[in-house]
């Protein structure tokens, strides 16, 4: 028998703003920039917001760990998140956390988010609010180089300033951009950064391996965006993009970052945790999962790796492999 596709679109209510408390109670199918705009009415806002906030829900937010420009300054997902009623793979209904920004026990509400939908459906979330900040000033800095834009970051970091953003983009991306949206980015520059005070953004350009790529990123909280650009009906473009994708991911862990800053392993990204973990991180990692899921229900066959190699996992081909029961 094959698997289910439960979609919770259509749970979008806002169930509660608690103004006094800066809480609010919401369905997991609440447009992230939705419920800023409602409650921007009481002078708050709800802090995580990724670049796809238009679009994306909070349950999507909470079961990724999203983060955003603005996390630099506040936090991701987890650190505005108080409380969730979720269903378990049994059918039963529980609430993990709750109001309190403590609770005592094992912190269930931690383990679910960014568990990329494999632990728990969830069905409503207990949110922290933020107060509106009373002024946005936002800078734009040019750079000849991106390794200039680069340090400029690093020198922001370091002299102890955290402005609520640092964006990046590199000169590819300014090329890209400017002609679309005429923002003013001078098309001779190397880099830009936007720094909002409350923020900042930036971009640079280089070339790897054969293939442009475009860079942008939130340079803040060192989240890189590469784009490589490749053109998928010249036979076997697409896997070598796809195994020089493998290689910058090799090359931010043996940086000392991590291989997603934000979109979670899900199925194209799970071959290469051994980068990051060995045998023993992984198992102890997917011990959990059965204490939650018995009969893998869940998401099953996302995040830990199958064994195949880095460029078998071209989505399609994850995708298949996932096989029947899948919820993808
Ligand atoms: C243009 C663009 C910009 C982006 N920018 C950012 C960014 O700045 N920061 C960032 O962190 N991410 C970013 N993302 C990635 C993505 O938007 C986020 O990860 C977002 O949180 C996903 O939410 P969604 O509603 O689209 O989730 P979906 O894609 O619908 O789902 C994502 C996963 O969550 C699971 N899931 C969804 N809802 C639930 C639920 N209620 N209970 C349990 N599991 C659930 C799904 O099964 C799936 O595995 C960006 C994406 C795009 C396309």
Redesign the pocket.
């Known amino acids: 028998m094959g698997g289910i596709v ?1 979609s ?2 259509r ?1 979008t209510r806002i169930l509660e703003v608690d103004v006094e408390n800066r809480i609010a109670v919401v369905e ?2 609440v ?2 920039l939705h419920l800023t705009e409602h409650v921007s009415q009481y002078g708050l806002c709800y802090a ?6 238009k ?15 603005h ?1 630099l300054a506040y936090g ?2 987890t650190n505005h998140v108080l409380g969730m009623e ?1 269903v378990m793979a049994d059918g039963s209904l529980q609430w993990v956390g709750g109001r309190a920004r403590e609770m005592p026990g094992y912190d269930l509400r931690g383990i ?1 988010i960014g ?9 409503k979330v207990i949110v922290r609010l933020l107060r509106q900040p009373e002024a946005v000033k936002t800078l734009l800095a040019v750079f000849r180089e991106l390794d200039q834009a680069s340090a400029a970051v690093s020198g922001i970091i370091a002299a102890g300033i955290v402005p609520a953003a640092i964006e990046m983009m590199d000169d590819l991306c300014i090329r890209a951009v400017e002609p679309a949206v005429n923002a003013g980015y001078p098309a001779d520059a190397g880099a830009v950064l936007l720094v909002e005070v409350e923020g900042l953004s930036e971009s640079v350009e280089e070339e790897q391996s054969g293939f442009p790529i475009a860079n942008l990123l ?1 340079a803040g909280d060192g ?1 890189l ?1 590469p784009s490589v650009l490749f053109d998928e009906r010249k036979p076997g473009d697409t896997q070598k993009a796809l195994a020089l994708g493998g290689e910058i991911l090799k090359m931010c862990v043996d940086a000392g970052g991590v291989l997603s ?4 392993i ?1 199925l194209e990204k799970q071959e290469y945790m051994p980068f990051m973990f060995n045998d023993d991180d992984l198992e102890a990692m997917a011990r959990l999962k059965p204490a939650f899921d018995t009969r893998d229900l ?2 099953p066959a ?1 995040i830990f790796p199958t064994g195949a190699s880095c460029n078998e996992v071209a989505f399609a081909g994850a995708i298949a492999r996932a096989g029947a029961g899948a ?2």
Request: proline share 7%; charged share 10%.
């Open positions: 439960l919770l679109t749970m997991p199918g447009i992230n995580p917001d990724p670049s796809s906030q679009a994306c829900t909070i349950g999507g937010n909470v079961a990724e760990n999203s983060g955003g420009p996390c991701v997902t979720v679910i568990s990329e939908g494999t632990l728990a459906i969830v069905t939130h989240n965006h800053g934000e979109h979670g899900g869940l998401n996302k919820w993808i």
